[in-house]
T-cell receptor, first 117, second 113 residues
Framework: KAGVTQTPRYLIKTRGQQVTLSCSPI?????VSWYQQTPGQGLQFLFE???????NKGNFPGRFSGRQFSNSRSEMNVSTLELGDSALYLC????????????????FGPGTRLTVT | GNSVTQMEGPVTLSEEAFLTINCTYT??????LFWYVQYPGEGLQLLLK?????DKGSNKGFEATYRKETTSFHLEKGSVQVSDSAVYFC????????????FGAGTRLAVHP
């Protein structure tokens, strides 16, 4: 099976612009989570989607948003970019357990490195 | 709140040395605990996990035991290799926590031949 794929891998944007990042989960996985990784704040949870619904959201401003499509692919959007948004954005997908809910095992993609200048 | 504390790195070892990376957690309940590893330029890989007290997770020679009494989940390996050089993250997750992993700051390990 192919792993989690994220596009693009690298991105350079200017302050004030917006950006959309894409994540394709492992085939059959229906839960997708997003994390931001920075040297200063480490790894922080952004949000999780399951069956096109946001189930949980981290402590980030409303400029950060996401969505999930019926094929489980997910996108996250950051509007009005700030210098502090420069980070590695990681996506992870989870398989379904026997009860039909996502399991706790998360499989991460390689990330999208966003640089805001 | 819930949090994870890891020993600060970098940890520098010679090949075949014994490795311990300390991890303690603060949580209001009984979370599942994980160790993830991140190699340069890559995403995170799940290294091992433990879902309840006294469980021992193990993989690729790495081990960690879920100690509820000391709220710890220390990572150990008996003999490290140069290829183990990476950043190691301890993390916790609550069932019903909608797959929200809470990570420690990470510990960089450098193994020299």
């Amino acid at each position: 099976k192919a792993g989690v794929t994220q596009t693009p891998r690298y991105l350079i944007k200017t302050r004030g612009q917006q950006v959309t990042l894409s994540c394709s989960p492992i085939s059959g996985h229906r839960s997708v989570s997003w994390y931001q990784q920075t040297p200063g704040q480490g790894l922080q949870f952004l949000f999780e989607y399951f069956s096109e619904t946001q189930r949980n959201k981290g402590n980030f401003p409303g400029r950060f948003s996401g969505r999930q499509f019926s094929n489980s692919r997910s996108e996250m959007n950051v509007s009005t970019l700030e210098l502090g948004d420069s980070a590695l954005y990681l996506c992870a997908s989870s398989p379904l357990g026997t009860g039909g809910a996502p399991t706790y095992e998360q499989y991460f993609g390689p990330g999208t490195r966003l640089t805001v200048t | 709140g819930n949090s994870v504390t890891q020993m600060e790195g970098p940890v520098t070892l010679s090949e075949e040395a014994f490795l311990t990376i300390n991890c303690t957690y603060t949580a209001t309940g009984y979370p599942s605990l994980f160790w993830y590893v991140q190699y340069p330029g890559e995403g995170l890989q799940l290294l091992l996990k433990a879902t309840k007290a006294d469980d021992k997770g193990s993989n690729k020679g790495f081990e960690a035991t879920y100690r509820k009494e000391t709220t710890s989940f220390h990572l150990e390996k008996g003999s490290v290799q140069v290829s183990d050089s990476a950043v190691y993250f301890c993390a916790l997750l609550f069932s019903g926590g909608y797959n929200k992993l809470i990570f420690g700051a990470g510990t960089r390990l450098a193994v020299h031949p």
